[in-house]
Structure formats: C-alpha cells, structure tokens
C-alpha cells in the first residue's frame, strides 16, 4: 500500500531554470511532510519539511507547498544547481515516516 | 557524532545463506527504523524500534526477516535463509521520536547482493 506516491522517476532541466517535484499521498493523517536528497552510495538526508497545518515553507533556494485539499505537495528549487542532481524522495510523517519511491532529478550546465 | 553506522557497506552471499545487517543509532535517539530501497518500491519501511521496542513490523517482508535490538546503541536485521530477491539496499535510520518535523537521521546502507 503505497500512501506516498512520487509518479515521475525523472525529471530534468536546465541550470538556473526553476525544478518543480511532485508527491501525492492518501493518509489525511499524517503530521509532517519532508523532502529528502540522496546521492549515490550515501543515505537520503533530510532537505525541508513542513507541517500539516501550513501551506508553504520557504528555505533557501528550496520551497514546499502543501495542498492539503487535493493530497498533493511540491518542492521548488529555483535556480537550479548541477549540484543539485539527485534523487529526491517525498516522505510523510505520522507514527512513523513513508517514502515515496523518488524522483531522479538531473540539471544540466 | 558519527552518525548513523551501518555494517557491513556491502554484502555478496550465496541464495540459501543466513545474512545479518547490523545498525548503531545515534547516541540518545530513541527511535531507530530499517529501511529496504528497491528500483520498483523505493524505500520501504521494515520495522521501526522506539526504546529499543519493536513498534511496527508489518513491512517485514516474510518471515525469513527478522529484527532485533537488544540495546539503545545497536541494532541488527537479518535475513534466512537469504534469495535473490532480496537484493537491494538496506538502510538504517534514527530519530529523536518516531513523529518528527526534523527527519530522520540516515546510515549510509548496506547493498546487500543475493546470488
């Protein structure tokens, strides 16, 4: 049962352009919502979070929105950095945390 | 600290082999998860500990997986016999609390190779 869903495995786009990635989830239940980076051979690391009862949280260059009507949360990353190709997983915080199952975001120089 | 430690980086055995993965959290983490990243699923959750008690297992593939950790700084998953199929990387991950806005702190995973 998958209650975190990323439906595109790639995406890529140009340096400096904005990278949008999506995620989909289906418990109402859950408290927080987190992005996570991870590179090759290394553990996901824990990019930004935001909590259930906001909409947007703002980091940076990094920026999530929470529609909690529609189930459904985003990650912008403007401008887009070489460095910041990786996989990106979604995940969802309730008693414990899901993941989706990522995004592979490439940019390119 | 040195984060989460994961051992052994990477692990080839034969199908039909007993494989243990072992975990040490971060010292005064209290939740401690292992985590399975295949292609097809992504990352999975196994089971997860909160002070060193077994709260959720039912991602536990089968009964050929099993869990345990004895102590607040160590942690092990084993598979056996192993299969093929369970070839993928397994992480370990701890938290200051399961509900958290901070993450979860990640092991660097064992790539575990089933042949």
């Known amino acids: 049962d998958q209650q975190v869903k990323q439906n595109s495995p790639s995406l890529s786009v140009q340096e400096g352009r904005i990278s949008i990635l999506n995620c989909d989830y289906t418990?109402?239940?859950?408290?927080?919502f987190l992005w996570y980076k991870k590179y090759p051979a290394e553990g996901p690391t824990f990019l930004i979070s935001?909590?259930?009862?906001?909409d947007k949280n703002e980091d940076g260059r990094f920026t999530v929105f929470l529609n909690k009507s529609a189930k459904h949360l985003s990650l912008h990353i403007v401008p887009s950095q070489p460095g910041d190709s990786a996989v990106y997983f979604c995940?969802?915080?309730?008693?414990?945390?899901?993941f989706g199952a990522g995004t592979r975001l490439t940019v390119k120089p | 600290d040195a984060g989460v430690i994961q051992s052994p980086r990477h692990e080839v055995t034969e199908m039909g082999q007993e494989v243990t993965l072992r975990c040490k959290p971060i010292?005064?983490?209290?939740?401690l998860f292992w985590y399975r990243q295949t292609m097809m699923r992504g990352l999975e959750l196994l089971i997860y500990?909160?002070?060193?008690?077994?709260?959720?297992d039912s991602g536990m593939p089968e009964d050929r997986f099993s869990a345990k950790m004895p102590n607040a700084s160590f942690s092990t998953l084993k598979i056996q016999p192993s299969e093929p199929r369970d070839s993928a990387v397994y992480f370990c991950?701890?938290?200051?609390?399961?509900?958290?806005?901070?993450?979860?702190?990640f092991g660097s995973g064992t790539r575990l190779t089933v042949v």
């Open positions: 995940a969802a915080s309730g008693h414990d945390m899901r």
């Open positions: 010292s005064g983490h209290n939740s």
């Open positions: 991950a701890s938290s200051l609390r399961s509900v958290t806005n901070y993450g979860y702190t």
């Open positions: 500990f909160n002070n060193n008690v077994p709260i959720d």
């Open positions: 418990n109402s239940m859950f408290d927080y």
């Open positions: 935001i909590s259930s009862i906001k």
